[in-house]
């Protein structure tokens, strides 16, 4: 398929979005609108596609409003219908290598065996001296984020993304240590409320000659 | 605007997408498109709204040719008619915050006095202890490279992200280091050869179940 979205429609679409700060609650993301998103998550591409992530999808009022004083007191946690916490799996080891290498086998149908040598590549990368797990697994999550706002952008549903929280606590509250998962950035999804000044203020954005670069 | 682009489209689009491998050398992006990609990666939302970054947009045949050798010799760099170097502003220090408070003054037509306390926030937060203003200059690069798939998969335009290429030499070729910038991650654009294998490979994913936790 060619041009599937016109240009005029994406431009409209990404100028459109914004930090939502105020939802409105009255309006939640569709059941069918959501299932799109969450598939959207899951096509997040990684880097040897490891996916070395799991998304959790808080809904229930009560865990939000839990979220909520761990988030400095946002709003948008319990406002927004749908709180993606992007989490990573801490500690990547040749486990979670060999999970993969075994979906991988599974969905392509081949063998563990034919995947040995890219087996091999990817625990030298861990294994090599410079190489922080976590950080390069936090790297993978924000291309996640950013896929997610994009995509939600397309649907007109709106995001706000949330670095201002405290990851210890929604570790707690969520159970994720337990699940070897740190939470790492945070995304709130639904629809802005008719009164967010914030809709309405303009996109600053440096000159886009100061941004890119033709070389 | 409600529901711009259909669900259909946005799942078919995200499937459609893979990591390129073999881009078709005949047929670059056009320049309507790709003024609309650029405006994407100028769209891309970060923390602060600071954007940390600049996007390095290599479309000269000769330093292509140079990237590749810098790049495990992977030709998508030289195939791909547009090749994009996400980069880091480094050592971010209050003279970009500087930089930022006066580009938002310059758009929301106030003054830079009314925005002295959310400069302080800025400068407070890159003064704790914990702050690797590298680490998480590269994580909000990050949100651009998912940003940007995803917007390019919206306009049936391939992609392919790269991290598999020396930063170092990336920054001496293109002269990065004397702007203060680094390179952190790359996506080659263009549109896929016939004969790509890759694109007809299943995609690789963990079951939506192991992906997504609903809470």
């Not at 992530?53 to 229930?60: A, I, Q, S």
């Amino acid at each position: 398929m060619s041009h599937p979205v016109s240009n005029e429609t994406v431009e409209h679409q990404l100028n459109w979005r914004y930090a939502t700060k105020t939802f409105d609650t009255a309006r939640p993301v569709s059941d069918t609108d959501w299932q799109t998103l969450e598939r959207a998550l899951v096509l997040t591409p990684s880097s040897f596609g490891l996916q070395p992530w799991k998304f959790f999808v808080v809904t229930d009022p009560t865990v939000k409003a839990n979220l909520k004083p761990a988030t400095f007191n946002q709003s948008q946690v319990v406002d927004a219908s749908h709180v993606v916490v992007f989490a990573i799996r801490r500690d990547l080891d040749e486990i979670e290598i060999d999970r993969f290498v075994a979906r991988t086998a599974e969905v392509r149908g081949t063998t563990i065996e034919s995947l040995s040598r890219f087996r091999q590549i990817m625990v030298g990368f861990f294994k090599s001296p410079k190489m922080d797990a976590d950080e390069w697994a936090t790297r993978q999550v924000y291309i996640a984020l950013g896929f997610f706002m994009a995509t939600a952008a397309m649907m007109g549903i709106d995001t706000c993304p949330i670095e201002g929280f405290d990851p210890a606590k929604y570790d707690e509250i969520l159970g994720l240590n337990a699940l070897g998962y740190g939470s790492v950035v945070v995304a709130a999804a639904g629809h802005r409320a008719a009164g967010d000044k914030y809709a309405a203020a303009a996109k600053v954005r440096f000159k886009h000659e100061d941004v890119i670069v033709r070389i």
